[in-house]
């Protein structure tokens, strides 16, 4: 019961499907292209898909001192 094409209706509204800021090659069905290219362009903390800041595996889970 998912979503097979994409909505694009009203930016901001339930009209419109999200946008996919992952990889393009694993962008799931009923998504939207992103506006940018995340491949390329750098987010706030200035990483990209293909280099983000990550030295070990560890990185990925919340480091001492940090919240949420």
């Given at each position: 019961?998912?979503?097979?094409?994409?909505?694009?209706?009203?930016?901001?509204?339930?009209?419109?499907?999200?946008?996919?800021?992952?990889?393009?090659?694993?962008?799931?069905?009923?998504?939207?292209p992103a506006k940018d290219d995340p491949?390329?362009?750098?987010?706030?903390?200035?990483?990209?898909?293909?280099?983000?800041?990550?030295?070990?595996?560890?990185?990925?889970?919340?480091?001492?001192?940090?919240?949420?």
């Amino acid at each position: 019961m998912g979503i097979d094409k994409p909505k694009d209706g009203a930016p901001g509204t339930t009209d419109q499907s999200p946008r996919w800021e992952g990889p393009q090659e694993n962008i799931p069905p009923g998504y939207l292209p992103a506006k940018d290219d995340p491949d390329r362009a750098k987010d706030a903390n200035g990483e990209t898909n293909s280099d983000p800041e990550v030295k070990k595996v560890s990185d990925g889970r919340k480091q001492k001192g940090e919240k949420g």
